[in-house]
């Protein structure tokens, strides 16, 4: 990780630099901007004493050397972006080596009480996996992320493919940066994507035949007015009369213009940005089955995605004329440019009515890769997990720990699950690191069905639906107690059982609502019920007598530990999992640091 570090601190170097050269170039360029068109003002007019052609021939000159100024300068304005993108993207990743990464987006959006494993996995949210994990730079890209973080991909075909993809992606360091720079020349929203793929699936508005023949009639009819009048053949008067007419024609559907206008206006940037990040994808030389799938997606009958979105680029563009009212006036009454750029529209639309959210789709997936792959390269000891297909149930890890927990103060474990109908009864002391270690299992679980490295030495699992319940929280508005709120979600699980679903389950404390006596009775009965109903997984708790089902269902229920060392009053914790019962427990102790007093006087 070293190296890495090292790394990025060296790009962050380079870049400055060259950002703090490129600043005084572009101040430079400025002043050369001013000066020219100075000295081109002065040479058009000082060039009027010569015959008419030498000043003409001046300006024109002038103007070319100008624009290409222009163009240079414009340039370096975007070659600074890029910089202040590239400066952005390598600090964020230094602050991530050491645990920095409060300021990305954490995906709170996607967060749901009721989904399987989510919330109890803290999946999304501050200081989530989502969080450390996304690297995204496109709206499309975060829903992907986030939707192969809310499932466990069932595919062990689908799962290498996702592998194979992250790898290769992995070792292309220069392509990743670059996409993701191209990702944020501009901003999107939400609304942006939806409009559009709204905007492509509407009914079409100009299916009459005459509004093709009027762009193109119309407009030669109206130079031919104005032609007429120049020499007087039609009075001015007159051709002021006739441009009523191409005027209230370009009126006909205003309002639905309007509507179309809205749903693209002033995307011309964003398409910009979709089409060159779709093009990246295009030309990129990849070997991975999957990546070279997302190609194909993104070339279709002997075009591209890139160039379709280009050219919708340049009708939002042209669209976003009538926003200027004076040149929109022009224009609807010379060319009948709203109806113009509504066919336009439509004939793109008719072409790639369903490829539109299909490319939205495959660039999102490129995106999601983009991220795990950043999230693969800072983590070069974490592994790809061996999946094993199969109906059985199988897992199998070695070294096995939380990827947000630092290196230096992770604490690593070997689980293993022989199979189904199998469960752990895990205990433990307050804070001696059971919850942790049930979200560890959860999350590498979660992980490795993403296509993503594990936090682990090794690894070797079955893909199989996973839920869980450890944040079981009360519900003021639905008059739901804490109690009735974990029923819930226990019935759901049974329910799913019954259905004939293989589940594996993760529970911290079941039936924490109700009295000793009840919870202990209940959480063996329940026991029993998923052990019948074919489920398996992990059930941590501080309820020690749960521990005498090893001897009731040999073979099906172990017992594992965390224990911790009592000297005294001195606490010591070692995060270490034991075959057993937990022996020792720590709450008077604690009670007793914090003051809380045991007993009364008297």
Known sequence: MENILLHYERLIGLYAGEADVLAARIRRYGLYRILFFLLWITAIYVSTRWPWWVPAAVALLGALCFAWLVNRHNAMHRRRKVLEHLLSINREERDSLSWEFSAKADGSEYLDPQGLFAHDLDIFGPGSLFQYINRCSTLPGRDRLAGMLS???????????????????????????????????????????????????????????????????????????????????????????????????????????????????????????????????????????????????????????????????????????????????????????????????????????????????????????????????????????????????????????????????????????????????????????????????????????????????????????????????????????????????????????????KVFIILDEILKGTNSNDKQSGSKALIRQLIALQASGIIATHDLALGELEQQFPGRVRNLCFEIIIDGHRLDYDYRIREGIARNMNATILMERMGITLGGEG
């Open 151 to 501: 499932t466990i991909e069932r595919s062990a075909e689908e799962i290498r493919q996702r592998q194979d993809a992250v790898a290769e992606l992995k070792g292309k360091f220069s392509w990743r940066q670059g996409f993701r720079v191209e990702g944020l020349m501009a901003g999107e929203e939400a609304e942006d994507i939806r409009s559009l793929v709204s905007w492509v699936k509407a009914p079409r508005d100009f299916r009459s035949k005459i509004f093709p023949l009027l762009v193109i009639v119309m407009p030669l009819i109206t130079l031919g007015m104005f032609a007429l009048t120049l020499p007087g053949l039609i009075a001015w008067w007159q051709l002021m009369i006739y441009l009523l007419i191409p005027l209230a024609v370009s009126g006909i559907r205003y309002r639905k213009v309007n509507v179309k206008h809205q749903l693209l206006s002033r995307k011309y940037p964003l398409l910009k940005k979709f089409s060159r990040l779709m093009e990246l994808v295009e030309k990129e030389g990849f070997s991975s089955e999957r990546m070279r799938t997302l190609q194909a997606r993104l070339r279709a009958d002997g075009d591209t995605a890139s160039r379709a979105i280009r050219r919708l680029a340049g009708i939002a563009g042209a669209f976003d004329t009538r926003l200027n009212l004076l040149a929109g006036f022009l224009m609807n009454v010379l060319f009948l440019w709203d109806i113009r750029q509504s066919l336009r529209l439509e004939r793109w639309q008719e072409r790639y009515r369903l490829k539109l959210p299909l490319w939205f789709e495959t660039l999102g997936e490129a995106d999601a890769f983009v991220s795990l792959a950043g999230y693969s390269e800072n983590n070069p000891s974490y592994m790809m997990p061996v999946i094993v297909e199969g109906d059985g149930l199988h897992f199998n890890a070695t070294g096995l720990g939380h990827p947000l927990i630092p290196e230096g103060k992770r604490v690593c474990n070997d689980y293993s699950v022989p199979g189904w109908k199998h469960f752990t009864i895990l205990t433990g002391a307050n804070m001696a690191g059971k919850s942790t270690f049930l979200r560890t299992v959860g999350v590498n679980m979660l992980l490795g069905s993403c296509g993503a490295p594990v936090c682990a030495a090794s690894m070797e699992f079955t893909p199989v639906t996973l839920v869980t319940s450890i944040h079981t929280a009360d519900s003021l508005a639905h008059n739901e107690s804490y109690f009735y709120a974990e029923l819930k979600r226990l019935k759901l699980i049974i329910d799913m059982l019954k259905g004939g679903e």
